[in-house]
Antibody
Framework: QVQLQESGPGLVKPSETLSLTCNVS??????????WGWIRQPPGKGLEWIGH???????YYNPSLKSRVTISVDTSKNHFFLTLTSVTAADTAVYFC??????????????WGPGTLVTVSS | QSGLTQPPSASGTPGQRVTISCSGS????????VNWYQQLPGTAPKLLVY???QRPSGVPDRISGSKSGTSASLAISGLHFDDEADYYC???????????FGGGTKLTVL
């Protein structure tokens, strides 16, 4: 079955760079039917789309984060990555990776990782 | 920042039917299909309804979704205690362009 799993540091200092990896199993990143995305959820708050990437490497980002975000893929390892620069306390959140089904014109995040809490603090 | 508006809370008793609304605009709900996600405490969101009213395998038929114009709704009938969760609507927003989520509705089963 399809499984996604986030990994990376749980604590990042202000002004530094947040880097997370999503390991995908049961589904090939190198597929024309899916994009691969990141969504975050600050403690006690709602969901915010960060961005998503196609296996060819092109990323699509939330305009509110676009200047600080890069999402990339490694098809050989079936992983994809999130990089968020110049973090502040406002970036403290649970970060989820998810598969975005684009096989029809109706897009949905159909599989999610369990999420990883990243705290920004000195 | 959310472009979709949901009531912050909803409640019902076991066996009742509850509905959760989601209000959007011409750039999102009016021109794209709506998905609904259920998030149990401490877990990742789970896709509950896609393409306005379709249920993934394993989701019971007491769960239903609908859309009209710039609004959508999720209905849960025969309420169970384990339906207690946060529910999020989501759709594509042509003005971003990208996915947008509602602020979430906390459903309490009394």
């Amino acid at each position: 079955q399809v499984q996604l799993q986030e990994s990376g540091p749980g604590l990042v200092k202000p002004s530094e760079t947040l880097s997370l990896t999503c390991n995908v199993s049961g589904s090939f990143i190198r597929s024309s039917s899916y994009f691969w995305g990141w969504i975050r959820q600050p403690p006690g708050k709602g969901l915010e789309w960060i961005g998503h990437v196609y296996y060819g490497g092109r990323g699509y980002y939330n305009p509110s984060l676009k200047s600080r975000v890069t999402i990339s893929v490694d098809t050989s390892k079936n992983h994809f990555f999130l990089t968020l620069t110049s973090v502040t306390a406002a970036d403290t959140a649970v970060y989820f990776c998810a598969r975005l089904d684009v096989s029809t014109i109706d897009y949905s995040f159909d599989y999610w990782g369990p999420g990883t809490l990243v705290t920004v603090s000195s | 920042q959310s472009g979709l508006t949901q009531p912050p809370s909803a409640s019902g008793t076991p066996g009742q039917r509850v509905t959760i609304s989601c209000s959007g605009s011409s750039s999102n709900i009016a021109s794209n299909s709506v998905n609904w996600y259920q998030q149990l405490p401490g877990t990742a969101p789970k896709l509950l309804v896609y393409k306005n009213n379709q249920r993934p395998s394993g989701v019971p038929d007491r769960i239903s979704g609908s859309k009209s114009g710039t609004s959508a709704s999720l209905a849960i009938s025969g309420l169970h205690f384990d339906d207690e969760a946060d529910y999020y609507c989501a759709t594509w927003d042509d003005s971003l362009p990208g996915p947008v989520f509602g602020g979430g509705t906390k459903l309490t089963v009394l």
